[in-house]
């Protein structure tokens, strides 16, 4: 398998159960991630965005079919296999941003660099600047509009530097939050 293969699904079908009935949300579903690629995944409401995302961040277990991660296959993962790649090399926007309500701004972005025992860097500096959160660490994030929790969300997903971002949603983004959203991305993803 080529080096540059990031995220690779094989075959991967999910189903869900509710009550006696079996809900089919991916067939044999293939899709490869080159590293430094950036996809956008569309369809229709319900179509199975989100779950695609739960499984490459391995939230949901598949029913069938491989996925492979940065090159090796997940099937045998454990939990501490699971973290350590969500620690090391993924970073996740929310669909409802799941931001961590006790805690305040500068918490919330701080929290993935402790998990990996980073420290707070010039790139996080670069993050709060650009997305507009200067003003707003010491806030506690829900006393926060909708548009200023997004912006965190987007903070905390990139501050570790992750090989991986996952962003769900982020074509209903406010329309305000676009061009810092746009800029901090870019800056750490930059166009191939
Ligand atoms: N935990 C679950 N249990 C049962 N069914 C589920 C579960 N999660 C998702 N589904 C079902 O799977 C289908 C796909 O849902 P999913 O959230 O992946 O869609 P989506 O494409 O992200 O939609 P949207 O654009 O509205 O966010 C839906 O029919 C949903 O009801
Ligand atoms: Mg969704």
Redesign the pocket.
Known sequence: MPDSELVSLRSVSKQ?V?GNEV?T?LRDCELVMATGSSIALM?A???????LMNIIAGFEPLNSGDLILDGQETSQWRDSDWSEFRIHTLGVVF?QFNLLTPLNVRQNIAFPLSLAQKQWNGWCDYLVDTLGLSGLLDRHVAALSGGQQQRVAIARALASEPKLLLAD?QRVIWMSNRQRGDAAFGRYYPAR
């Open positions: 869900f509710d809900h949300v369809g409401s319900g179509s199975g965005k989100s779950t669909q949603e």
